[in-house]
Every structure is written in structure tokens, then in C-alpha cells.
């Protein structure tokens, strides 16, 4: 069976990496795509759209790699056409996740601000090095990203600041870009931004003790693991009626 996709963000920078990547596979194709900018793209080969209510083309999924002003409209056109949805877009607030949540009983829904598997794998490394680690260890994030990522912390920092939130001891406070003349306190957790150059995606999380230094970390090294990570949600979330499934759901079927 072929899967028709509509994509949201097509012509941004992972929108871009996704329509090549699916230039690549035989039962998928992009109908029609959504975007900011669709008269600097004339030569697209499936039709661009500024909004979701002028699409005239029949999808099975969107995939979303747009900007959260755009997931009412999303979620509203999913439900219409009960259709899946697959969200990589970062930034929603807690909030817009909630509702997200909720339309996932009536469409199947993908959520997650990384696509990754391998960051999949890291988040459960680390929830195991927090539980063994966190009440003698100093815990320190720092994540980086290119010059034009909008929002920080990034989501997957985020995804990281949860699963320490939900394995440690104490009441964290987060420290963020520390700049303050003051001694660390015991429950301080450090979470540093790097915005430079075209660095794909680096996340780490530091434990550090008195005698030692443990780090878990991900580096990106081609956004191809997102496009890649995409489809694998599509193929997931394909045929279902309704769902809220996340990267660990990848992860348990590539194992």
C-alpha cells in the first residue's frame, strides 16, 4: 500500500531533507506540502500550500516539521480528514502538548522533539545512570545547535531534563547559562545552550563526583536520522485509529 504525505515545513531545512529521503522509497510520496514561502519554490514537484484549508489533495499522515503557531491547524485538519499525524516540531508549550495528548484519542498521533532512535537509546541509558548516580554526582546538561535553531533549551535537552526530573531524589533547580557569583548548590542542575556555526545536534548530560567524571552523550552527524526516524513513525502510526505513540515505540521494534 503507497502512503500519501502532506508535509508541513517543506521547504525548511529537515522539510528539505525529508522530501530527498523520500525520493528514495517506493510506497511513499508526498502529495502536497505546507509552507511560508511557496512562491520561492516554483519548481517543487508536488503542490505548495501557505495554510491546510486550501489542500485539495487526499493524504493518509502529515508530518511536521513547521513551527508551533501551526499545530491548531494541524490537529484541526486531522481530525477532519481522520488522518495520522507525525510532530517533530520543538517549542510547544505544556499546554499545547496537553491538547496534543488529547486529539490522540481520536487520530494516531507521533510525538517527539527528536526523532532519533539513537537518542532514544541515550534517554534510557541515562534514566538508568540517574537512578545510580544522582544523589552523589553534580549533574550538568549542555546541548548545541546551529545558529539558526530558534528555541532554547532544544527539545531533546528538554526530553533530558524529564527523565533526570523523574529518576532523581530531590527537588531540582535548574540553572540555566549559569551567570551568577555563587557556589554550586546540591540541587543545582546546570542546562547550557550553544547556538553556533551549522553544528547538527550535540547533547550531554555531565555526572561529575569527586573522583570521577561520567558523561552520556549523543552526537549528531547527519540530519538523515530524522528523515529516516520520520518514516519509521509513519509506518508506525499507519492503520491505526488513534494512539499516542512516542521514539521509545520505534526504538522496542528496532530491537
Do not use: W
Amino acid at each position: 500500500m503507497n502512503i500519501s504525505v502532506i508535509l508541513s515545513g517543506c521547504t525548511g531545512t529537515m522539510g528539505q531533507e525529508l522530501v530527498n529521503y523520500i525520493k528514495t522509497i517506493s510506497d511513499i510520496n508526498i502529495v502536497a506540502g505546507v509552507c511560508r514561502n511557496k512562491s520561492k519554490y516554483s519548481n517543487s514537484s508536488f503542490p505548495l500550500y501557505d495554510n491546510f484549508l486550501s489542500i485539495k489533495e487526499k493524504a493518509n499522515v502529515i508530518i511536521d516539521f513547521s513551527n508551533r503557531c501551526l499545530i491548531d491547524d494541524i490537529l484541526n485538519y486531522g481530525i477532519k480528514n481522520k488522518i495520522g499525524l507525525v510532530l517533530a516540531t520543538t517549542g510547544y508549550s505544556m499546554e499545547e502538548e496537553e491538547k496534543i495528548f488529547e486529539f490522540s484519542k481520536k487520530i494516531p498521533v507521533f510525538r517527539s522533539s527528536n526523532l532519533s532512535v539513537g537518542v532514544s537509546l541515550t534517554l534510557n541509558i541515562l534514566e538508568y545512570a540517574v537512578k545510580l548516580l544522582s544523589s552523589n554526582y553534580d549533574i550538568e546538561i549542555i546541548e548545541s545547535h546551529g545558529n539558526k535553531k530558534v528555541d532554547a533549551p532544544s527539545g531533546t535537552a528538554k526530553m533530558i531534563k524529564k527523565v533526570i526530573e523523574n529518576n532523581i531524589n530531590y527537588n531540582p533547580n535548574y540553572i540555566y547559562n549559569r551567570n551568577v557569583i555563587a557556589t554550586r548548590k546540591n540541587s543545582d542542575i546546570g542546562i547550557h545552550s550553544i547556538r553556533a556555526g551549522n553544528m547538527l545536534g550535540n547533547h550531554l548530560a555531565i555526572f561529575a563526583g569527586e573522583g570521577d567524571v561520567i558523561k552520556v552523550e549523543h552526537i549528531t552527524l547527519s540530519k538523515k536520522i530524522f528523515a529516516e526516524g520520520a518514516i519509521s513513525a509513519v509506518r508506525l502510526i499507519q492503520g491505526k485509529h488513534n494512539g499516542y505513540f512516542i521514539v521509545d515505540d520505534l526504538l522496542d521494534r528496532s530491537i
